[in-house]
């Protein structure tokens, strides 16, 4: 396997502030998680600033900009008060998702095709900034196309469905998700789009999307922090590494 072929590991510390924040005060520290990820492999580190602040805060983004040796992958929803931030600390990339506040988590792909005229003039500051535009969305051709259209460079295509689809044991589901990830994957590659995936992945769902040729970039987050409470951060996300490596050798 090349360098320039390895599939890169995006890890997620959203969830490091959740545990903070159900109790307050600084522990457990999500820029010490993110350095910790960094030294167990992680090739980026990927945070979500939500319009409610509900795990990620203002002083995190702060605190990994200013710490990372990685890139930082800036999650956010595509309002003025989001783009304003990310302008301010011109993260590497920024990565534009739908948000609900009564939701868990992210639910869904962004629905960029409704709103590409909005999108597009909302986007080309942040890459005039210097910042790489990823869009999550699903694995669907016709949103695909519209964030190709608006100058997005990356998607990640959301592997939501497919994984919940595996957990619930319905494997004709999870082969249909599967089936137009892989073809999605290759759509998106062949317009020039980088292609990454995440939602929702684990030890048990992480081969078959590492296995996705066209697949430059995987971002995992709530289940490496759960394991990390069995097995330690450092050692959970080597093991996801060593199988994201074994599935694309």
């Known amino acids: 396997m090349s360098a320039e072929g390895k599939l890169r590991l995006g890890v997620n510390i959203d969830h490091v502030a959740t545990v903070r924040n159900a109790r307050g005060g600084g522990c457990p520290d999500p820029l010490r998680a993110a350095k910790l990820a960094e030294e167990a492999g992680a090739d980026g580190i990927t ?74 003039r909302f986007i080309a500051p942040l890459r005039e900034a210097g910042c790489r535009v990823s869009i999550f969305i699903a694995a669907d051709r016709r949103q695909i196309e519209a964030a190709h259209r608006i100058g997005a460079q990356v998607i990640e295509l959301h592997t939501g469905a497919y994984c919940d689809a595996h957990a619930e044991g319905d ?24 292609v990454h995936a995440g939602h929702g992945l684990s030890y048990d769902t992480v081969q078959p999307i590492a296995a996705l040729p066209e697949v430059a970039e995987l971002n995992i987050g709530h289940f490496l922090i759960g394991e990390a409470i069995f097995r330690g951060l450092g050692p959970a996300i080597a093991e996801m590494r060593r199988l994201m490596d074994e599935a694309r050798g």
Do not use: W
């Not at 494997?171 to 980088?194: K, P, Q």
């Open 171 to 194: 494997f004709a589901t999870r082969d249909r998700e599967l089936a137009a990830l892989r073809e999605m994957a290759a759509y998106a590659h062949s317009l020039g789009l980088e």
């Open 47 to 120: 945070a979500h600033l939500r319009e409610d602040r509900r795990h990620i805060s203002d002083a995190d983004i702060d605190g990994l900009a200013a710490g990372l040796s990685v890139p930082l992958n800036f999650e956010m929803a595509a309002t003025g008060e989001m783009q304003a931030i990310a302008l301010r600390h011109r993260p590497h990339a920024v990565c534009l998702v739908p948000e609900k506040r009564e939701e868990r988590t992210t639910e869904g792909g962004l629905e960029v095709a409704r709103e590409e005229n909005r999108l597009a």
